[in-house]
């Protein structure tokens, strides 16, 4: 079983949890290519994220990597950026800029 970890990606974690739906529970080389081809904002960083995670496999050494599955994909909410936004009549709006913390699991294939 390998893991990796990505901590305060500027995106958030509603737009993200739609590729981790994608991507969870297929077999990495399908997952990997499903995220090459995405037109999503944030499928580029899942695709880096589930490739470093396919390393960490290899430098394991566990299981071989054609076998293995994305276990898991968690995305939580991280810390958020308050800026504001200047509006009409001298006023300003609080604008909340979200990021996200993604955990990628892999697991061998049963059967």
Do not use: C, Y
């Amino acid at each position: 079983m390998a893991t990796a970890r990505l901590s305060h990606v500027r995106i958030a974690p509603r737009k993200l949890r739609v590729i981790a739906k994608l991507v969870r529970g297929q077999k990495v080389d399908h997952a990997i290519n499903t995220l090459r081809f995405m037109n999503k904002s944030g499928s580029r960083e899942m695709f880096k994220l589930l490739v470093s995670a396919v390393a960490n496999a290899e430098d394991r050494g566990d299981a071989e990597v054609d076998d293995l599955v994305v276990r898991t994909v968690t995305v939580d909410q991280g810390p958020t950026l308050k800026r504001w936004r200047p509006r009409a009549q001298g006023r300003a709006t609080r604008i909340l800029k979200k990021t996200s913390h993604v955990f990628v699991e892999l697991a061998a294939a049963e059967g």
